[in-house]
């Protein structure tokens, strides 16, 4: 086998690290939903992740939690220049609605950007069209992406990288999420799930 070159190794790495952060976020999560279970029978059991946020979508134009009520979201934390995490689970979830077929025509897919400097509305529009016409980009101030964030118990960092565009990339964590139609959290996928995985456990949460 040959050897990998310093790039590679260093890809290699970090998606590792990205892979390692995931499954943590991803128990971290699970706990956190249970420790939001109110206690004794009558507990609603909803897990508190996802919340009122203001962004602007691809168009330029103000959107909010409620633009989306009516419709599960399945969304993922991601931004433009990601050069393999973000396009690869972005493709899986294409491909998971793909296979849920008529079952998932009402689905909204949404990327939420954590690279806001670089991801204006226009970039956006670009990027979120290579995985099909329904989609939704979402970008704001640092503030606004910081608060939604926070709502969706997502990490994320700008680290310097000398051989990345603009000399930084972004880490962040890789979990998709899925959303009711009244908002609410249902369920989260990590960045291990395949597509069929991903449309199976969509299909057992929307009871479709």
Partial sequence: MAAMTPDQSRRLTRRIAIAAVCLILAAGLAAYALMQRPPGPGGSGVALVGGPFTMLNQEGKTVTEQTFLGKPMLLFFGFTFCPDVCPTEMQVMAAA?????????????????????????????????????????L????????AMARTYKVFYEKVARADAPDGYTMD?????????????FLKHFTY?????????????????
């Fill in 192 to 208: 291990t799930t395949d597509a069929k995985a991903m449309a199976e456990g969509i299909a057992a949460a929307l009871g479709r």
């Fill in 97 to 137: 609605l793909d296979e849920l077929g008529d079952k998932g025509k009402d689905i909204q897919p949404i990327l939420v950007s954590v690279d806001p400097a670089r991801d204006t509305p226009d970039v956006m529009a670009a990027y979120v069209s290579n995985f099909g016409t329904n989609w939704s980009g």
């Fill in 172 to 184: 962040h964590s890789a979990i998709v999420y899925l959303m009711g139609s009244d908002g609410r």
């Fill in 139 to 146: 970008t704001g101030s640092d503030e606004q992406v910081a």
